[in-house]
């Protein structure tokens, strides 16, 4: 695509100067207006018309909080990316920002990490190019007969465990969709979404806050249980293990996949080999084709996977991986994900009430 236009804010000159200088060198984005406040910021969009919009979140004056609420009134699908720190402060703050309809977060540079011109060119050109592009909205093929199929061969009481992937759009795709989950389902939860440490234990609060469910960070060594939700934490894979007692968390700091730890691959491929045709996998917004890899295990071992469809997911890089390779029994909004879990989940509920009233 062409070079992508942004709009910086940041309330610091030096740091307008030296991300403006690392984004023009990289050649794939161009600087082309920056401001000093939210209220500069909106004066400008007023003006012109970025691609893209990066926002210092914690601003004196008109802040990145108030920013971003006024921004979204006005330019609801503009695509913005929240600059971040690394502290238990700033991954609260970014988290709110997420909450309050950003679209993305790069961590700033430490002086322990990558310098600012690799942070450009690995991590914030690439989320650009993929919030920028223009998705086409095409309808979604349909898969009949896998669709058809897989809801015939399912055994009655498959249903064991929920594995879901996300990434950039994420939280947001989380939040709603565990929203609509009850306290009671029969199932546990396990969520691999990208984000650094720190950052994902501050998204299980929000989302433990705002769903019914107990949504907490995984230590490792959780046992399973229903309605039990966790989340991987920051640089750990986290995958499923059976004991003695049924299957519980297990982490570990294994190498990247897809560039990222924790992976929803090492996730899925662990529900696979645990709980079998038990497994519903989940493939939400996102860059990069994480789950993939893992989806052909769950589907090998004959449990289902569901993809989000490309209308309601900020990136669809990650769910369209999965539609291509023909291993969705369904793609779905982010609201029939939730209709359709719910039906497998009250299945499974119905199992489990029949068995009761046996003799």
Not at 145 to 159: F, G, I, K, V
Request: net charge negative; aromatic share 2%.
């Amino acid at each position: 695509m062409n070079t992508i236009k942004v709009l910086l804010v940041d309330d610091s000159l030096l740091a307008r100067r030296l991300i403006s200088n690392a984004l023009n060198a990289s050649g794939q984005v161009e600087v082309v207006g920056t401001a000093a406040s939210g209220a500069a910021a909106l004066a400008q969009l007023a003006t012109g018309a970025p691609d893209a919009v990066i926002l210092d979140y914690e601003m004196p004056g008109m802040n990145g909080a108030e920013t971003l609420l006024k921004l979204r009134e006005i330019y609801p699908a503009l695509p913005v990316i929240v600059f971040s720190g690394a502290s238990e402060h700033s991954a609260r703050v970014t988290v709110d920002a997420l909450a309050a309809g950003a679209s993305d977060f790069v961590a700033n540079p430490t002086s322990s990490g990558p310098d600012l011109a690799t942070i450009v060119d690995l991590e914030l050109a690439p989320r650009l190019s993929a919030l920028c592009r223009r998705v086409s909205l095409r309808p979604i093929r349909e898969l009949p007969d896998r669709n058809a199929s897989a809801r015939e061969r399912l055994p009655s009481d498959a249903l064991q465990v929920v594995v879901i992937a996300s990434s950039t759009g994420g939280p947001n795709a989380l939040a709603n969709l565990l929203s609509h989950i009850p306290a009671t389902i029969p199932v546990p939860i396990l969520i691999a979404q990208h984000m650094p440490p720190v950052f994902t234990r501050c998204l299980a609060e929000r989302l433990d806050s705002a769903s019914p469910l107990i949504v907490r960070e995984a230590q490792g060594g959780e046992l399973l249980t229903a309605g039990s939700v966790w989340i991987a934490p920051g640089n750990y894979h986290l995958e499923i293990e059976a004991v003695p007692e049924g299957a519980r968390t297990s982490l570990n700091q294994g190498p990247h996949e897809n560039s990222c730890r924790p992976a929803a691959d090492a996730l899925f491929r662990s529900a696979a080999s645990v709980f079998g045709s038990g497994v519903l996998g989940i493939v939400l917004t996102g860059m990069g084709h994480d789950g993939l890899s893992g989806a052909h295990a769950i589907v090998a071992a004959d449990g289902a996977v569901l993809a989000q469809d490309e209308k309601s997911a900020v990136v669809w890089s990650m769910p369209k991986a999965i539609v291509e390779a023909g291993l969705a029994d369904a793609v779905l909004s982010l609201e029939a994900l939730a209709d359709e879990l719910l039906r497998r989940a009250a299945r499974k509920r119905s199992i489990l009430a029949e068995r009761k009233l046996r003799p």
